[in-house]
């Protein structure tokens, strides 16, 4: 038996080294292939010289580059590299795509504190009247102290008027200038706060239609959602219909022991 082994062992070796020539030919032609298959490098310089070369230029040619077959057949293209000019538009391409990223993103936040802020149409009337309230109510108030200073402007104009050609009194110099000030400064309030009562009105009617907007958009989609499962339900798939017949799965027999 063990001359039978040693015989076998020997005539092995020769099998063994045929088969390890025949691993290194084929990656021999593999890599002989690929760098076939790298072909022939054809570029013009700025001079409107034509290169032929089995290497890359070591930089991108101004006008580009076309790789060749063995055949001379265009198999790959080099574009040109970018001028100044492309590189400064795809920047602003690039910044006005994320400057668009942010303001989708800051609008979808606004929307959801929007969403969450009121349930209702009717919620968004009492925040507006509440806020329109606040505003006539402080214009009001103006308008009842500027009518009280205009008042005692006149009476204090009566009473300068009293004096004649004689000195008026440094008092009431004084009053009338602080009423005419005060005057000045609630038609100002006043102005100031019916501009507010504008603005706000139109902010509420603004967040009502953006409300029923981004509402009807949720609306939509969830319409569509339900078509989407109702399409679903009324078309299953193959082997979830009744009598669709079912795989076919063997059983092994039990297994037997001879006792």
């Known amino acids: 038996m063990i001359g039978i082994e040693q015989a076998n062992s020997v005539g092995q070796r020769p099998r063994a080294r ?4 025949a691993i290194a030919a084929f990656i021999a032609a593999v890599f002989a292939g690929t760098a076939a ?3 022939t490098y054809k570029w013009t310089d700025e001079q409107g010289v034509v290169h032929y070369s089995d290497k890359a230029p070591a930089e991108t040619p101004a006008k580009g580059a076309t790789v060749l077959d063995k055949q001379g057949r265009q198999v790959k293209k080099i574009d040109p590299p970018l001028t100044p000019e492309q590189i400064k538009a795809m920047s602003d391409d ?5 400057a668009l990223a942010k303001a989708k ?3 979808a936040r606004k929307d959801r504190a929007l ?14 009247n509440r806020a329109i309230s606040t505003l006539e109510s402080q214009i009001k108030s103006a308008e009842i102290f500027s009518a009280d200073l205009a008042r005692r402007q006149k009476n204090i104009a009566k009473q300068k008027a009293s004096y004649g050609s004689k000195p008026i009194p440094i008092e009431l110099e004084r009053e009338s200038t602080a009423v005419d000030n005060e005057l ?9 706060k019916q501009e ?3 603005l706000v009105t139109a902010k509420y009617d603004t967040i009502k239609q953006r409300w029923r907007e981004i509402l009807a958009d949720q609306q939509r989609a969830a319409a569509a959602a339900a078509e989407l499962e109702a399409a679903k339900a009324q078309n299953p798939p193959a082997s979830a219909k009744p009598g669709a017949p079912k795989p076919v799965t063997t059983a092994r027999p039990a297994s037997t022991t001879n006792k």
């Open 94 to 98: 690039e910044e006005r795509a994320r």
């Open 184 to 192: 000045s400064h609630q038609t100002i309030l006043i102005r100031q």
């Open 196 to 198: 507010e009562l504008t």
């Open 37 to 39: 298959a790298a072909g």
């Open 105 to 107: 993103d800051e609008q």
């Open 115 to 128: 969403m969450q802020s009121y349930t209702s149409e009717s919620e968004i009337d009492i925040a507006r």
């Open 18 to 21: 045929f088969a390890l020539r």
